[in-house]
């Protein structure tokens, strides 16, 4: 018999989320230190392990932590502000004058943490930033015990963080070296906001640099018809054309949205091996357009599912994320089996971690991985009866079900309460700086 650091077993259901999709339908995990040492029938496990700590998760279901692959975390405090705006409007009119005047290091830091409480409240165990102050965006994520790929905005003009975009470089530089070294569960990484907002020289240094230090290199992608129509004025190709041109897609390259993607380019996209998040709420609620999941998924290129920043979702909840994947992607097709919910869990789970490049670290519970576990209560009566657990995971569960989080084997949230995080507090304050946005609104006049 081996004693383990946490053995969780009588599970109702576990689902794996490997590449079988493999379900027990009672299950148990061993975990010692951070790592997962073994997984499989709650009966069979009990006859080799015990644990120093043990839970009988009777009336749970077990699976991997959500990914969330790309998300502007800060944004929390923007939340709803702007409806109703396209995408170029939204940005020019609400969000960029309102984080010019708003966001500095510890609104960002603040706004980052209200973000990381939800999504662990949510089962979110990694994320995927891009934004300004992004060393703060580390510490938050240090202290909450989430793991994280954190990249640095880099645009073209003005941003909070960098008033002078001719030292943009030297911003990036200074960004990776205060990285805090030490730990593998947040990693930086570098993110250019769009081929629009980043020049041909801005991306290709940008690249060269992610290249240099073995990190993600990110950029929003095609996502919206205004966009694509930029980049053809300006350079004569589609923008996948002009980013291969360039030479920044590869492996470590993880782009947003991609709604408005040719059939070429996501071939292009497939043969370099470069990622892609998907944002389906997002792409609704700005009115992009819906991309094509389903060529996407055709091509074999590694797909996450994202929120992006909840100002334009407006939400965390990756639950959410997963049912409008499924069920935009069938009307849109006109096609039932289009999206099939497997394809959509695996894009939230394993899929999500491959494509930031931790696919043999999270996104799965299997021996060898970090122990990134949620536990979700199913005696609910919109989880009742359960004959498919992918199906309920994509269709029928919430963020709300969502009750045990453990990232690298370490307990995070009990009985649906982060234990790292002060969730009163976070609140209160982040409510505080929200009178201070409508305040300013009010002061300027800006509609919302
Ligand atoms: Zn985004």
Known sequence: MREVDLFLFNSDWLVTCDSHMTRF???????????????????????????????????????????????????????GLGDGLPLDRWLGEIIFPLEEAFMNRDTVYLGSLLSILEMLKGGVTTFCDGYFFEETVAGAALESGIRAVLGQGILDFPTPDQPNPAESRKRAKAFLSRFPAG????????????????????????????????????????????????????????????????GVLD?????????????????????????????????????????????????????????????????????SEMDKAAKLEK????????????????????????????????????????ADIIAIDINQPHLVPMYDPVSHLVYSATAGDVRFVWVDGIQVLTGGIASTIDEPAVISEARRVGNEIIAHLNRSGIGV
Request: glycine share 10%; aromatic share 4%.
């Open 25 to 79: 339908r009672s299950g148990a995990v061993a975990v010692d230190g951070d790592r997962i040492v073994a997984v499989g029938d709650s009966d069979e496990l009990k006859k080799s392990f015990t644990g120093r700590r043990e839970i009988d998760l009777r009336g749970h279901l077990l699976m991997p932590g959500l990914v969330n692959t790309h998300t502007h975390a800060a944004m929390s405090l923007l939340r």
């Open 331 to 370: 009307v849109f097709r006109d096609n039932p089996l289009a999206s099939p919910a497997e394809a959509v869990l695996k894009m939230a789970t394993i899929g999500g971690a491959s494509a930031l490049g931790l696919g043999s670290e999270t996104g799965s519970l299997e021996l060898g991985k970090k």
């Open 251 to 319: 492996e470590l390259t993880l782009c947003a949205h991609g709604v408005w993607l040719s059939p070429p380019e996501i071939k292009i996209l497939a043969e370099k091996g470069t990622s892609l998040s998907h944002c389906p709420e997002s792409n609704m609620k700005l009115g992009s357009g819906v991309a094509p999941v389903s060529g996407l998924i055709a091509s074999g290129m590694r797909i996450g599912l994202g929120t992006d920043g909840c100002a334009g979702n407006d939400n965390l909840d990756m639950f």
């Open 183 to 246: 730990t593998d569960r947040v990693r930086p990484s570098l993110f250019c906001h769009t081929p629009c907002t980043c020049g041909p020289k801005t991306l290709r240094w940008v690249k060269k640099l992610c290249r240099e230090h073995g990190i993600l290199f990110q950029t929003h992608l095609s996502e919206t018809t205004r966009e694509v129509q930029t980049i053809w004025s300006r350079h004569g190709k589609s923008p996948v054309s002009y980013l291969e041109k360039l």
